[in-house]
């Protein structure tokens, strides 16, 4: 069974640094891309960044030049290092894995939040 789990969350002040990490266990038949998305409370989640299996990568404006995401595709696994972070940045943070094939099919992980705060 497909089970993504994400790690690294947690309470830090303004201008700190997280990395999350999201490692998939289990069998999934092709991965095509893992990104991460966040929802902070009241707000509809937002895709925060997506890194393909050919390694392209897409960032939302917001978090470009303070976020970045990597993968290791032998681990399955997909990181988010987090710089700079601002209060605007609070949210629950999700992991998304998608597969393609024969359709497409997504897996989420069950999320990790983050604070940031003084």
């Known amino acids: 069974q497909v089970q993504l789990v994400e790690s690294g969350g947690g309470l830090v002040q303004p201008g700190g640094s997280l990395r999350l990490s999201c490692a998939a266990s289990?069998?999934?038949?092709?991965?095509?891309?893992m990104d991460w998305y966040r929802q902070a409370p009241g707000k509809q989640r937002e895709l925060v960044a997506a890194i393909t299996s050919s390694g392209n990568t897409n960032y939302a404006d917001s978090v470009k030049g303070r976020f970045t995401i990597s993968r290791d595709n032998a681990k399955n696994t997909v990181y988010l290092q987090m710089n700079s972070l601002k209060p605007e940045d609070t949210a629950v943070y999700y992991c998304?894995?998608?597969?393609?094939?024969?359709?497409?099919?997504?897996?989420w992980g069950q999320g990790t939040q983050v604070t940031v705060s003084s």
């Open positions: 289990g069998s999934i038949f092709s991965i095509y891309a």
């Open positions: 998304n894995v998608v597969s393609l094939h024969p359709t497409r099919y997504d897996y």
